[in-house]
């Protein structure tokens, strides 16, 4: 297992850098990993372990299937163009995830194992017939499978599903691991990353005296930096706060059931195109599932705690879902933070009325956090082909509960 | 209802007898077929008792116990564990049933007993090593003998009864080993002194003592077990001496051919409940580890719910009857259903037998203290974690990268598995607490003055029971858990 080593983590801090990340998440560490080797200099500072909060407590599995949040309930033909986009930005999703065990040349547990999405209804049915011609000509491969077909493919899933879509390149791989891999890759590249370090402020130089424009204050001194990243993830709008930005974010928690391991069951990993389910058996038999079911917020440090319904609930469409899921017992929960934003995309980029001040926070940050990363690097290093789209950007409007992205399922 | 207890041994039948008694409306759950806990285990379905005096003292106490609280109104349901706790309301599931049942009640006494101290060593996951406790539920339970030339090793006053115990069942005990130091005049000294008020403690020891002798199993002392050999299961077992720390001293290892090792250091307290409560814990090492804190009348610092028994830190069954009684008597009188006063007179001769018995339990810390060296016995290649078959040099090489109890457990997968880290997590936080030396954030060392409780800070607490407490804390079925009745609003969220 490739891990950063402690002494790494708990050397001296610099005083002085390019580029400052605060958080070592997935974000933070993959992102010091790009730019590292791209030769910038970066210091990641983050308050406690590494990939301890959403990119370490999140069921680790990848999804490029456009899911129902991504419809805005305006029509496939409104919806189109952008839908388009978005597949071609999962298609590349997908390619890099493919790729990222040899990039890295760590074993991260990535099994690609293809991927369900799943309906009950009639509409729902046609939601997926829908979405999957407008993947296909993104160039996203699924299939749309009913009836016959899906019975022979699936055998698990209850009888009176009404189809599914299948994506070959979805999966999962290990989140305990991803981070810190990225993290002991990017220290080899020369990144310096610390850990036990909170930030406490950011503060912007007026003068850019020897071209720093910021001096970040934190538990063990002050480092002055050419251009931040805030990665905090759920705590990202509270560092941004002090310096005068909104982010169009907030924290939620989410639950993860855990069963004990059983013989081999299901391959694919399984979603819902409209109840909350995500669903996989894991490479050791064990099955995790999970799919959005909320959690008790606690202040940090404490961890989240369980809503007895999240577990109770989240049971019930796995059961609905794979019947025979029935007598394998829950042996645990967990509940990790989600940094949310409310149109759920990821929130990325530099702040328009805070030069050298960038953002790095995505919600669906395992599936889009490794290839997020290397496009910020690329446009943080001028090398950029593509460039971070600008509906990211972390200065657009929030959009709140019920804004016009969301769509109600059938 | 009144008062709900969870667990069905001493502690938890003696208060469900005495709550009962005093007119409160009491159900009781255990998760076992029978009642009787551990100790008074009662045997099996399927099995008839003829002559209960041949099945042993311990099973007719048992007997009485589950007598009383029944005459008294006590309602008792057996197969039946408690999957979470919030507040004074249990989440509880019945074996056979399809579904949760909460159970509502003014008070929770929470009784859940202990289970043995896991001590990993070369070889402890052979077959033919047993613990005390489970061999000892493998003889009350089902009458069946485990092995046929058994070494024991451990330490405590189980380490005399165990082996004579055995004896009877026509097991060989070919020898027995007590980590702590032979008794010195001294040492009895003290023990006799306490022993005013423990004459029937006294008496069993002597005779377990003389059963030994009588049999000619030797019996030898600051030696424990260094490591289980064998292909597909025991086949030998070395031992050698160990200094005051129970630390191996080199060169004096022998080895002896045996069938069943059987190892009993001890037991450490179930506390996935209490956490669950959210109930505040000091740590001592000779009570089990963490030990949950409670007041005169076993209050815990969570609202309404109470504990007793070995689950509070281990000091076995009579003191388990005692708290048992006191926190019934505490429920009773703050559900107003006898006077303070009364409570106090009740109370008198209980707590006077509790400090006769705490009193003996402290004159015998001189020899059985736990000592730190059972926590240094694994080789890199032993498996710490059983479930998800961590060996020691794994755990070593990722605390080359952290010491935080959580990532150690994210990267290595320690204590994830069925059991949760019941077995492995008093390993892990040892190595842990090498590791991070005195100063730094370190939990507490084994008590270095026997018999002295550590407060915890949340990190200490948090590194020593390893994981966060979250229901279920007993396995529980998806079909039984699912609701359907629970609203879903449809939302996806994905990684």
Known sequence: MLLPRRQDLAGDVPTDSDVVIVGGGLAGCALAYFLAVAGVEVVLLERAELNREASGTNAGSFHFQIAIHQLTGAGWDADRARLLDDVRFLSRAASMWMDLERELRADLGVHVTGGLMVAETPEQLDILVQKQRVEREGGLETEVLTGAGLRTFAPYLAEDLVGATYCPSEGYANPLVTAPAFAARAIEAGAAVRTHVPVWEVERLEDHSGGSRFVVRHARGALRARRVVNAAGAWAPDLARANGLKLPLHAEGLHVNVTEPRARLLHPVVQHIGRRLTLKQSANGTFIIGGGWPARAEPWPARYSIRWTSMTGNAAVARRVVPALADVRVIHTWAGVWAGSEDLLPVVGESARLPGYFTFVVPTGFTLGPLMASLLAEQMTLSATTRVPLEYSPDRAPVFAGGARRAVPG | ?????????????????????????????????????????????????????????????????????????????????????????????????????????????????????????????????????????????????????????????????????????????????????????????????????????????????????????????????????????????????????????????????????????????????????????????????????????????????????????????????????????????????????????????????????????????????????????????????????????????????????????????????LCQGRNCQRQVSALLTRRRGPSTYAAPSLSVTAGSAVALSEEQLATLAGTTPRPPVRPAPIGVLADDSVPDQGLFVGG
Not at chain 2, 114 to 134: E, I, K
Not at chain 2, 358 to 365: D, H, I, M, S, V
Request: aromatic share 6%; glycine share 12%; net charge positive.
């Open chain 2, 1 to 417: 209802m009144d008062l709900f207890v969870v667990g069905g041994g001493p502690a938890g039948l003696s208060a469900a007898g005495e709550a009962a008694r005093h007119g409160l409306r009491v159900v009781l759950v255990d998760e076992r077929v029978t009642l009787g806990g551990q100790i008074y285990r009662q045997p099996g379905p399927g099995f008839v008792v003829r002559d209960a005096r041949r099945v042993g003292r311990d099973y007719q106490r048992g007997v009485a116990l589950v007598d009383a609280a029944l005459r008294a109104g006590a309602e008792l349901r057996c197969r039946t564990s408690v999957l979470s706790l919030r507040g004074t309301t249990a989440a509880c599931l019945t074996e056979g049933r399809g579904h949760v049942t909460l159970i509502r009640a003014r008070r929770v006494l929470v009784a859940p007993g202990a289970s043995d101290r896991p001590v990993p060593f070369p070889g402890w996951t052979l077959p033919g090593v047993v613990t005390a406790g489970g061999a000892q539920a493998l003889v009350k339970a089902s009458r069946v003998a485990p092995g046929s030339r058994l070494v024991f090793a451990g330490s405590g006053p189980l380490a005399l009864a165990f082996p004579a115990q055995l004896r009877h069942l026509g097991v060989h005990v070919v020898l027995a080993l007590e980590a702590g130091p032979m008794p010195r005049v001294r040492h009895l000294a003290r023990i006799l002194a306490a022993g005013w008020g423990n004459a029937a403690l006294l008496r069993d020891a002597l005779s377990y003592r003389a059963q030994l002798v009588e049999a000619r199993v030797p019996l030898r002392y600051a030696r424990a077990v260094v490591r289980a050999e064998g292909e597909d299961r025991v086949e030998a077992v070395v031992h050698a001496a160990v200094d005051a720390d129970w630390r191996v001293i080199p060169g004096t290892e022998e080895r002896l051919d045996a069938d069943t090792l059987c190892v009993g250091y001890g037991f450490v307290p179930s506390t996935e409940l209490l956490r669950l409560a959210g109930c505040r814990f000091t740590y001592d090492e000779d009570l089990g580890g963490l030990v949950v804190e409670v007041d005169a009348w076993q209050r815990t610092s969570a609202e309404g719910v109470s504990a007793a028994g070995d689950g509070t830190g281990v000091r076995g069954a009579p003191a388990a009857l005692g708290q048992g009684r006191l926190a019934a008597l505490g429920a009773a009188a703050d559900l107003g259903a006898i006077t303070q006063a009364r409570a106090d007179e009740l109370a008198r001769p209980v707590r006077r037998r509790l400090a006769a018995k705490e009193r003996f339990r402290r004159a015998l810390l001189p020899l059985y203290a736990v000592g730190a060296g059972i926590y240094e016995l694994a080789s890199p290649e032993t498996v710490v974690c059983r479930c998800e078959e961590v060996t020691l040099a794994r755990l070593e090489e990722v605390m080359e990268a952290t010491l935080d109890v959580d990532a150690v457990k994210s990267y290595t997968r320690a204590g994830m598995g």
